[in-house]
């Protein structure tokens, strides 16, 4: 049987992760932007998260997603902690009753509400940004998740972690998809690790 070739992700630079939030017309899509490469949730957690779900603990700060399943989980947001915070209390739409942080900026025909974003409306935004921002190649929401896991290993995070903030149920998932790591990703990571000696 002949072997099957080598999977590849496709996957951004920090620049290029940069380049997508400046090409963002508002707080709401640089943060959209932010948290997809920074957290790794699935387009379906990020456009389900409520104001309720800015989680603090012990001095940390988290945001409780809802993951594949309906389980819970507490992914950590050391960085855009502030950015969340002021953006759900000066740039959200004051005059909605929903309780989702991010909104579509249309409004309900029957209710004249702001709609809850959309996974969609998400996928559209990141595509437009991807074009906008002259990356020159196309971009999706998933190729976030995959950065911040390629990344989140190459900077040394232990796999069972990686595995836990991504809401995998296995370390098979991981070792699947971010075999892609390189020989070269390899020796700076030992070369990290064993300076610290």
Request: glycine letters at 6%; hydrophobic letters at 35%; proline letters at 5%.
């Amino acid at each position: 049987m002949p072997k099957r070739p080598e999977r590849v992700l496709d996957v951004l630079s920090r620049e290029e992760v940069q380049a997508l939030e400046d090409a963002s017309k508002n707080e709401r899509d640089k943060l959209i932007v932010r948290l997809l490469a920074d957290t790794g949730i699935r387009v379906g957690e990020l456009v389900g998260l409520r104001t309720s779900e800015l989680v603090e603990r012990d001095r940390n700060h988290y945001i409780k997603v809802r993951g594949k399943g309906d389980k819970e989980r507490l992914v950590p947001v050391p960085r855009a902690w502030r950015r969340l915070l002021r953006y759900v209390e000066k740039s959200r739409p004051k005059d909605t009753v929903s309780d989702r942080i991010f909104l579509s900026q249309r409004r309900d025909r029957r209710t004249g509400d702001h709609e809850p974003l959309t996974n969609s409306g998400v996928e559209q935004l990141v595509r437009n940004l991807g074009e906008s921002s002259g990356l020159g190649r196309r971009v999706y929401p998933h190729m976030l998740r995959h950065t911040y896991a390629t990344w989140a290993l190459n900077r040394g995070m232990n796999p069972i972690m990686l595995a836990q903030v991504l809401g995998h149920t296995s370390l098979g998932m991981i070792q699947r998809n971010y075999a892609n790591l390189t020989p070269a990703d390899a020796h700076e990571l030992m070369a990290r690790l064993l300076a610290d000696e």
